[in-house]
């Protein structure tokens, strides 16, 4: 067990251009969040799935935020047209639900972006 | 919609002293759980403790421990014995119960020093 793998760890991008990120979540886990974190704030909800089903989107997202997870293992988070108000840590996280221990609930190290 | 407050940004500490986290939370759910997670700096966010509402007794995790008042919606984390290590961003958290349970709603997060 490795842990949750997020690639890339820091991803610098022109403004309006596109960016994919991916997370590798702990193999046994069905459940897979994404939340957002800018400098010096608690991390922000963004969208999770269980499995392939993407469960919920939050409201903050615009549509130019995509995520999938195709197989039901590894996920991505697509940024298009990126905006500097984009430039932050994007966190992913993994579980196994319904197992309410909440121990095994990891956090990857994040990607960190940062748009010019 | 489920909000989370830490009214303190800043807390330090001196080393082997006692230091208490303040967080406030609202919610309609009578299901649900807290948490704090410890984010050092440039590192990955981890669980320090969880508490679910239902239970009446204060989890403890061996120097932490939290004062959950239910009425109040108060739940604070006090570190003893504090170490430099302890020095990170803390934040608090909440999740609903049920389907939605994984799904973390954090504060703003507390910078605590600890001074030699």
Known sequence: ?116 | AQTVTQSQPEMSVQEAETVTLSCTYDTSESDYYLFWYKQPPSRQMILVIRQEAYKQQNATENRFSVNFQKAAKSFSLKISDSQLGDAAMYFCAYSAGGTSYGKLTFGQGTILTVHP
């Open chain 1, 1 to 116: 067990d490795t842990g949750v793998s997020q690639d890339p760890r820091h991803k610098i991008t022109k403004r309006g251009q596109n960016v994919t990120f991916r997370c590798d979540p702990i193999s046994e886990h069905n459940r897979l969040y994404w939340y957002r974190q800018t400098l010096g704030q608690g991390p922000e909800f963004l969208t999770y799935f269980q499995n392939e089903a993407q469960l919920e989107k939050s409201r903050l997202l615009s549509d130019r935020f995509s995520a999938e997870r195709p197989k039901g293992s590894f996920s991505t988070l697509e940024i298009q047209r990126t905006e500097q108000g984009d430039s932050a840590m994007y966190l992913c996280a993994s579980s196994a639900y319904p197992r309410r221990a909440h121990y095994g609930y990891t956090f990857g190290s994040g990607t960190r972006l940062t748009v010019v």
